[in-house]
T-cell receptor, first 116, second 113 residues
Framework: IAGITQAPTSQILAAGRRMTLRCTQD?????MYWYRQDLGLGLRLIHY???????GKGEVPDGYSVSRANTDDFPLTLASAVPSQTSVYFC???????????????FGPGTRLTVL | AQKITQTQPGMFVQEKEAVTLDCTYD???????LFWYKQPSSGEMIFLIY??????QNATEGRYSLNFQKARKSANLVISASQLGDSAMYFC??????????FGAGTTVTVRA
């Protein structure tokens, strides 16, 4: 079982370009999340989805969009990348609403994105 | 809004000694969950331990224990008998009622031989 996969592992991108970060989970979790990690700021939530077909804005949504067409996939799109979006991006999932237990979030390995 | 504070940017600990990582939180929700994650230099996020706001006892998981003081809104992580492999960044996080996590800025732990 892979858990959560993210692609690409790393990417260097010219400012103004469009980029989609991919995330796929095989745990049939209802909820999925995108975070960015920046030094001294911890992880900040960009967007989330409590279930397929729904999405919501997190703490830092500007410049990013997401979609949740099915349970497994949750792509994050930068429509026109800017240097301030240079960061490490983590996708995560959890059982979400209605799940048993304490809803631990499982994280993917991350994508390191550099916008020049 | 939730807020997590980790005031120690970095700490050094001698191998085999215990270390306490501080975490304070702020929330108006009566029900919440507190998590600690470890991030080694390889970058992955590893779940360590969980404490629910209504749990009567402090959570323990092997060498990890959580010193939960609800009235003080603190959830400090204690790592006993430190090992070289414990060198990493540690994040405290709080789950709100809508299942989203808020993270602290993290504490870097370096274990010395």
């Amino acid at each position: 079982i892979a858990g959560i996969t993210q692609a690409p592992t790393s990417q260097i991108l010219a400012a103004g370009r469009r980029m989609t970060l991919r995330c796929t989970q095989d745990m049939r979790h209802n909820a999925m999340y995108w975070y960015r990690q920046d030094l001294g700021l911890g992880l900040r939530l960009i967007h989330y989805s409590n279930t397929a077909g729904t999405t919501g804005k997190g703490e830092v949504p500007d410049g990013y969009s997401v979609s949740r067409a099915n349970t497994d996939d949750f792509p994050l799109t930068l429509a026109s990348a800017v240097p301030s979006q240079t960061s490490v991006y983590f996708c995560a999932s959890s059982e979400g609403v209605g799940g048993a237990g304490y809803n631990e979030q499982f994280f993917g390995p991350g994508t390191r994105l550099t916008v020049l | 809004a939730q807020k997590i504070t980790q005031t120690q940017p970095g700490m050094f600990v001698q191998e085999k000694e215990a270390v306490t990582l501080d975490c304070t939180y702020d929330t108006s929700d009566p029900s919440y969950g507190l998590f600690w994650y470890k991030q080694p230099s390889s970058g992955e996020m590893i779940f360590l331990i969980y404490q629910g706001s209504y749990d009567q006892q402090n959570a323990t998981e092997g060498r990890y224990s959580l010193n939960f003081q609800k009235a003080r809104k603190s959830a400090n992580l204690v790592i006993s008998a430190s090992q070289l492999g414990d060198s990493a960044m540690y994040f405290c996080a709080m789950r709100s009622n809508d299942y989203k996590l808020s993270f602290g800025a993290g504490t870097t732990v370096t274990v010395r031989a």
